[in-house]
Nanobody, 111 residues
């Protein structure tokens, strides 16, 4: 079965940076599209970014130019580098692959 474990969340001031990691197991990592999603309190879960097996990326308009998704197939890990963080980026961030989800990691951005 697919297992996804996120890490790297925390509390940061506005304008700061964080890098999230998601370690995957139970899948052939290199051939799968991977995604980062987030859910803020009282809101629906939303797409943040995806990366295909070929390295093609897609971003939500709200994070374009600030966030970068990348993958390390040898480590079965996907990353989300988040720069110029804003208070509205505060949410639980989830990794996703093959319709499975990790447990999430909290990101809190203070103003």
């Amino acid at each position: 079965q697919v297992q996804l474990v996120e890490s790297g969340g925390g509390l940061v001031q506005a304008g700061g940076s964080l890098r999230l990691s998601c370690a995957a197991s139970g899948i052939i990592f290199s051939i799968n599209t991977l995604g980062w999603y987030r859910q803020a309190p009282g809101k629906q879960r939303e797409l943040v970014a995806t990366i295909s097996s070929g390295g093609g990326t897609n971003y939500a308009d709200s994070v374009k130019g600030r966030f970068t998704i990348s993958r390390a197939n040898a480590k079965s890990t996907v990353y989300l580098q988040m720069n110029s963080l804003k208070p509205e980026d505060t949410a639980v961030y989830y990794c996703s692959a093959r319709s499975s989800w990790g447990q999430g990691t909290q990101v809190t951005v203070s103003s």
